[in-house]
């Protein structure tokens, strides 16, 4: 029987039924209506607090978001860097790295996405109960004022199943809040314990940062390290062209420089007149 | 009459409607009960669309119990099943 009602009509009964049976705990229909009005304010309050909640959780996220970002930028400055010394090992160890934080950034804004989709589901529901429970007041007054006691019992159990079914709404609005938040912080925890770690955040900002390490341990023998391969590659080019052409003109050779060369013009004209 | 969307708040509901969404609902219930979690999402989608579509909103300040209640939209079948089991999915 139950099983052909439908989902619909079902979870409407289960809800009633809570709701009788909080009823019948009842001694004075008068009474609930108080106890009722307490615990609802109790409620608002609670909705007010997961609302305040994931929002801390929210910024939390959005904080370690922006420090992977500048960790991520920060592995491409070096890859480059490390390049452009001709130290491709390094690059691709700062890209590998750069990918892992890309990884845990496409998790975190999933997550974000989601905490943001709860503070907005969370703060309509937190208005909703506001307004009921401003209505539930009136409501009360208006009854205790008007009806004896037996009189009021329709108009009470009729106030108290709508309400109650809306607190039930909110309440669990807030469960599925509050469990998302917890599964967030303990994830957000993972993450400043891997950046603690040295794993992420740390390759760019702490004295484990190895690859900025040897970028700089690089820094002295840098520059001549350079000025060796620009030589090399000179000679190599400037070679095979003289084979061919008794004389070379000057402008030709400056075109045929590398780019890396172009950059450094104050080198170029000892690095090209000496050889 | 009113229909609660969990999460969502309360909807005014021609009565007319009520065979249609019972169309879907059976849809739902069937999907739950073969546990079928691929059918679960768009039947549960199905209905909460065509609620919303014909649905007005019911005022903030009225209290009244709803005649027909419906899961949040990213509700999982395991949400459902407590739902219909009455194992304190709903506080108090």
Known sequence: ?275 | MIVRILGEGQLLIDDSAADELNELDSALEAAVERNDEVGFAPALDALLTRVRAIGSPVAADVIEPSALILPQRDATMAEVRKLLSDEGLIPG
């Open chain 1, 1 to 275: 029987m139950v099983a052909l009602m439908g989902v619909m009509k079902r979870v409407s009964l289960i809800f009633k039924s809570k709701a009788n049976r909080a009823l019948d705990r009842m001694e004075d229909p008068r009474e609930t209506l108080d106890y009722s009005y307490q615990t609802q304010l109790e409620l608002l309050q609670k909705v007010r607090r997961g609302v305040a909640d994931v929002a801390t959780s929210r910024k939390r996220v959005e904080l370690q978001i922006n420090q992977l970002q500048q960790s991520s930028d920060k592995l491409d400055r070096q890859a480059r860097d490390a390049l452009s010394a001709g130290r491709e090992d390094l690059a691709r160890d700062a890209l590998t790295r750069k990918a892992g934080v890309q990884t845990q950034m496409s998790d975190l804004n999933t997550q974000y996405t989601s905490l943001q989709g709860e503070e907005e589901k969370l703060t309509g529901a937190s208005q909703r109960l506001q307004a009921k429970v401003d209505a539930f007041r009136t409501k009360k007054e208006t009854i205790k004022a008007t009806y004896t006691a037996a009189e009021a019992q329709t108009r009470i159990n009729e106030a108290f199943t709508g309400i109650s079914e809306e607190m039930g709404d909110v309440g669990m609005a807030i469960q599925r809040a509050e469990d998302k938040t917890e599964q967030m912080k303990a994830r957000a925890g993972a993450i400043d314990e891997l950046m603690a770690s040295g794993a992420l955040d740390d390759v760019v900002s702490g004295p484990r940062d190895d690859i900025q390490a040897e970028l700089d341990r690089m820094g002295a023998g840098h520059d001549v390290d350079a000025e060796l391969a620009r030589m090399k590659t000179e000679l190599e080019q400037g070679s095979a062209p003289r084979q061919l052409e008794s004389t070379p003109e000057p402008a030709q050779g400056a075109a045929d420089l590398p780019s890396a060369q172009v950059a450094q013009p104050a080198d170029q004209p000892s690095a090209g007149d000496g050889q």
